[in-house]
């Protein structure tokens, strides 16, 4: 649906996480289903919120079916086990977030891997 109506290239990983992000919170802005990403799955029980519920789980449902179809093969597979938005969203980010230990891991990789020749023999490109 994300794909097909909203051209949002689906996420493939850390390369196009942070533009996704903006771009399906935007879509989920417009499906009326955002305010659901800031409540904790804890809160959307029964119990809390007796007269909203069935509303606020239809909204949850609605928002993963956006963002699950807006992800790629590999993403999906490594979120397929989370039910709830809140986790879905809070693991995509921990994955494919350019911030903690993952970034840091990649970007050091990168430099020790780094040699003139990757760099077209530029010493310009190299530094």
């Known amino acids: 649906m994300a794909d097909s109506i909203f051209k949002v290239p689906k996420l493939k990983g850390s390369s196009n996480y942070d533009i996704w992000a903006l771009r399906i919170r935007s879509i989920l802005v417009q499906q009326d289903c955002s305010d659901i990403l800031d409540i904790p799955p804890s809160d959307l029980t029964s119990d809390q919120y007796p007269d909203t519920f069935i509303k606020l789980k239809e909204k ?4 993963l079916a956006t963002i699950r179809l807006s992800l790629e093969d590999g993403p999906l597979l490594q979120t397929k086990e989370h039910n709830s ?8 980010k921990a994955l494919y977030s350019q911030e903690g230990f993952s970034s840091d891991f990649l ?4 430099l020790i891997n780094t040699s003139l020749s990757n760099c077209q023999n530029n010493v310009e490109n190299y530094l």
């Open 60 to 63: 949850e449902s609605k928002a």
């Open 85 to 92: 938005l809140a986790e879905l969203w809070n693991n995509l």
């Open 107 to 110: 970007i050091c990789k990168d």
